[in-house]
């Protein structure tokens, strides 16, 4: 089974500074996507950016992207110019191509703190 | 921009009695997801539907638990004999045909077992 690690229960950064949460997964796929999920305090699961297995480049949605390395299956997220409404609860996600198994499998997840 | 819903925001009730969480999907999404995530934990898989019927799902989604698609719109799920520790947010998640969607999730109903 599909496991997703979240080595880092809590990050800080300061306002403006870019930061790094890190992600590794276990897989024995060769094609799978994954995701980072945004939830802030009201708890809702926002999804930040995501990214397929069998593409070589790195995502980038505006100031968040992602260091994806399948070999290591490590999928790192990059918060640039850091903001304040940038601090919640952030899931790293597997999701299988399977058919019928295709559920998302999250990490234990990071909690960002912003500081101004 | 489409959104899933879902209600209650917040749900009560008394150990052993029955709750029903409500969902719209997106409306021309075909698979459906809850998810369960206990406070302070990770959000946990419990089931998926798709064409009237589970696809899949977890060990933790036992014979209490239940999901139906009653008319075009509404996914449920029904929990028939509430304990202590299905105290939790659900959130309900839906895709489209494609199976390379991505899945969208609702705001979550928040369930508290007294």
């Known amino acids: 089974a599909q496991t997703v690690t979240q080595s880092q229960p809590e990050m800080s950064v300061q306002e403006a500074e870019t930061v790094t949460l890190s992600c590794t997964y276990d897989?024995?796929?060769?094609?799978?996507?994954l995701f980072w999920y945004k939830q802030p305090p009201s708890r809702q699961m926002i999804l930040v950016i995501r990214?397929?297995?069998?593409?070589?480049q790195n995502a980038t949605e505006n100031r968040f992207s992602v260091n994806f390395q399948k070999a290591a299956k490590s999928f790192s997220l990059k918060i640039s110019d850091s903001q304040l409404g940038d601090a919640a609860m952030y899931f790293c996600?597997?999701?299988?191509?399977?058919?019928?198994?295709?559920?998302?499998?999250f990490g234990a997840g990071t909690r960002l703190t912003v500081k101004p | 921009e489409p959104e899933v819903t879902q209600t209650p925001s917040h749900q009560v009730t008394q150990m052993g009695q029955e709750v029903i969480l409500r969902c719209v999907p997106i409306?021309?999404?075909?698979?459906f997801y809850w998810y369960r995530q206990i406070l302070g934990q990770k959000v946990e898989f419990l089931v998926s539907?798709?064409?009237?019927?589970?696809?899949?799902k977890s060990e933790i989604f036992d014979d209490q638990f239940s999901v139906e698609r009653p008319d075009g719109s509404n996914f449920t799920l029904k929990i028939r004999s509430t304990k202590l520790e299905d105290s939790a947010m659900y959130f309900c998640?839906?895709?489209?045909?494609?199976?390379?969607?991505?899945?969208?999730f609702g705001p979550g109903t928040r369930l508290t077992v007294l």
């Open positions: 998640a839906s895709r489209g045909a494609i199976y390379t969607d991505t899945q969208y």
């Open positions: 897989t024995s796929e060769s094609d799978y996507y």
């Open positions: 990214q397929e297995a069998y593409k070589q």
């Open positions: 996600a597997y999701r299988s191509l399977q058919y019928n198994n295709n559920d998302m499998r």
């Open positions: 409306s021309n999404h075909l698979y």
């Open positions: 539907f798709y064409n009237n019927e589970i696809s899949e």
